[in-house]
């Protein structure tokens, strides 16, 4: 594992090949996986040209388990072969009512997982599970099974201000963070912090400092961490419903590992472990089952590290040539059409008056133009579609509108599209064409659509606030 790598697709087939992911080759993990909450979470982005006022959304994760699941019962099948003393334990969970049962489809998509990260790990190596009180205290008892329960050092609570606020019960304002090692030769760096005290204690004076807050003495961290979550005004904000805080992973990938190190986050969201690691020269591989996830870790480090990241890292999985974005969509509609819209900068939006994607660009005014995209994966194509795509982009108030397909559009829609009316820029002084069709192959090749230079939805994502404030949405 010499590179920087993102893989697309579920991680227990990427954990499970072996050319990939050897035996004993991370040095630290770091995992925020679905706490079994529950609830759908959305990635929201703001409109071009209209700031916080209107936001598009699209789901990044349903967090629900039931034995409806093929891949649960399919989990539970496999660890009754090779782990029959984990099996037994979810057996019975299963049995004991409705919301039992569906911890036990969790528990057995996490079981199954949680072996193959024991595998990758380096006798040296530490994992860290991020989780809440939803599903933590089985998730210690799982933890236990896999690494044994000797290596388990800390249950970290991270102490956080926002969210989780209710007159029915105490404020709900912690996770939990699990830090299992592989051995009980395992690497550490112990982390210092400030400690206020009112009286010297056993100190001597010399190990007091002053700052604005008092007195203080550095110690070694404790077990419980009072770090800001990321809120609605916090510049890193990007609107993904699960964001971390970099601090946080700043003071676990410090504490576990050394520069140099294997990082992986095998469930990355939008890539706050990979950041950090990145920041810390660390070498980093991270994992999603959404392109939606993969897309915005891509901006956020291409944003964040610029030409100095792009040539140093591998994105596995990620659709290359028409066969395999064949293969995409016939998988799933809705990722082939978000790793379309990914191919020309634009940001997702879910069905909504007939718009896949949506991104602007700046007019003279000063004020932001809007490009919306429609994609056609199917195998039949008509000119009735480029109509429709007329027509939405006037209802939208759109400059232009960009059509993309898998297909090799008709000659019917050709002439559709090159007749239609042009956008003039006054600042780029040209026309542009309103619609404009380009095929999956076509981008592929590096053929772009005409278009002037539009704005980063990264930049645009930064400013997005979640839909609703959940307990898990930090």
């Keep these: 594992?010499?590179?920087?790598?993102?893989?697309?697709?579920?991680?227990?087939?990427?954990?499970?090949?072996?050319?990939?992911?050897?035996?004993?080759?991370?040095?630290?993990?770091?995992?925020?996986?679905?706490?079994?909450?529950?609830?759908?979470?959305?990635?929201?982005?703001?409109?071009?040209?209209?700031?916080?006022?209107?936001?598009?959304?699209?789901?990044?994760?349903?967090?629900?388990?039931?034995w409806s699941s093929e891949a649960s019962e399919i989990a539970l099948n496999e660890l009754a072969k090779k782990r029959p003393s984990i099996a037994e334990f979810i057996s019975y969970l299963s049995k004991q009512g409705k919301l039992q049962e569906s911890m036990a489809a969790y528990l057995s998509m996490m079981a199954v997982r949680l072996i193959e990260l024991h595998r990758v790990l380096k006798s040296s190596g530490s994992l860290y599970l991020h989780c809440d009180p939803t599903a933590s205290h089985y998730l210690k008892l799982l933890m236990d099974a896999v690494f044994g329960a000797r290596n388990f050092q800390n249950e970290i609570v991270w102490c956080f201000k926002t969210g989780g606020a209710t007159e029915r019960r105490f404020g709900r304002k912690h996770n939990i963070i699990f830090f299992?090692?592989?051995?009980?030769?395992?690497?550490?760096?112990?982390?210092?912090?400030?400690?206020?005290?009112?009286?010297?204690?056993?100190?001597?004076?010399?190990?007091?400092?002053?700052?604005?807050?008092?007195?203080?003495?550095?110690?070694?961290?404790?077990?419980w961490w009072e770090i800001p979550a990321v809120g609605s005004a916090t510049k890193e904000r990007l609107g993904y419903p699960t964001q971390k805080p970099e601090p946080l992973l700043e003071k676990i990938t410090k504490a576990s590992s050394n520069e140099g190190d294997v990082v992986l986050d095998p469930f990355c969201g939008c890539g706050t472990t990979i950041a950090v690691a990145e920041r810390l020269k660390r070498r980093?591989?991270?994992?999603?089952?959404?392109?939606?996830?993969?897309?915005?870790?891509?901006?956020?480090?291409?944003?964040?590290?610029?030409?100095?990241?792009?040539?140093?890292?591998?994105?596995?999985?990620?659709?290359?040539?028409?066969?395999?974005?064949?293969?995409?969509?016939?998988?799933?509609?809705?990722?082939?059409?978000i790793w379309a819209i990914s191919l020309v900068g634009a940001h997702p939006r879910e069905h909504d008056g007939g718009v896949d994607g949506i991104f602007g660009f700046v007019e003279k005014d000063k004020k932001t133009r809007t490009i919306i995209v429609q994609v056609k994966g199917g195998d039949v194509l008509n000119?009735?579609?480029?109509?429709?795509?007329?027509?939405?982009?006037?209802?939208?108030?759109?400059a232009i509108g960009l059509l993309i397909t898998l297909i090799e559009p008709s000659g019917g829609m050709k002439s559709l599209a090159i007749h239609s009316e042009t956008y003039k820029s006054e600042l780029w002084a040209k026309e542009y064409p309103s619609i404009q069709i380009r095929t999956v192959a076509e981008l592929?090749?590096?053929?772009?659509?005409?278009?002037?230079?539009?704005?980063?939805p990264f930049k645009n994502a930064q400013l997005a606030k979640e839909k609703a404030q959940q307990s898990h949405a930090f």
Excluded at 24 to 50: Q, R
Excluded at 383 to 398: C, H, Q, S, Y
Excluded at 444 to 456: A, H, I, N, V, Y
Aim: glycine share 6%; proline share 5%; no cysteine.
């Design 1 to 66: 594992m010499n590179t920087n790598a993102l893989y697309y697709g579920d991680n227990l087939v990427w954990l499970r090949d072996h050319q990939y992911f050897p035996g004993e080759s991370v040095d630290l993990i770091y995992l925020d996986p679905p706490f079994n909450s529950k609830a759908d979470y959305n990635v929201l982005f703001n409109e071009p040209g209209k700031g916080d006022k209107s936001q598009a959304q699209i789901q990044a994760f349903d967090d629900t388990w039931d």
């Design 180 to 223: 299992y090692t592989k051995t009980t030769n395992y690497k550490f760096n112990p982390q210092k912090e400030k400690s206020y005290m009112m009286h010297e204690y056993g100190f001597k004076k010399s190990h007091f400092q002053q700052d604005e807050k008092g007195q203080y003495a550095w110690v070694i961290a404790k077990d």
């Design 284 to 337: 980093w591989i991270g994992i999603d089952v959404t392109w939606l996830a993969i897309d915005l870790v891509e901006k956020r480090i291409k944003a964040t590290y610029g030409a100095k990241i792009t040539s140093n890292y591998e994105v596995h999985g990620k659709p290359y040539d028409i066969a395999s974005a064949q293969a995409l969509a016939n998988k799933s509609k809705k990722e082939f059409e």
């Design 383 to 398: 000119p009735g579609m480029v109509r429709d795509l007329i027509g939405t982009v006037k209802k939208e108030g759109a």
């Design 444 to 456: 592929l090749e590096g053929k772009t659509f005409d278009l002037p230079p539009t704005q980063s």
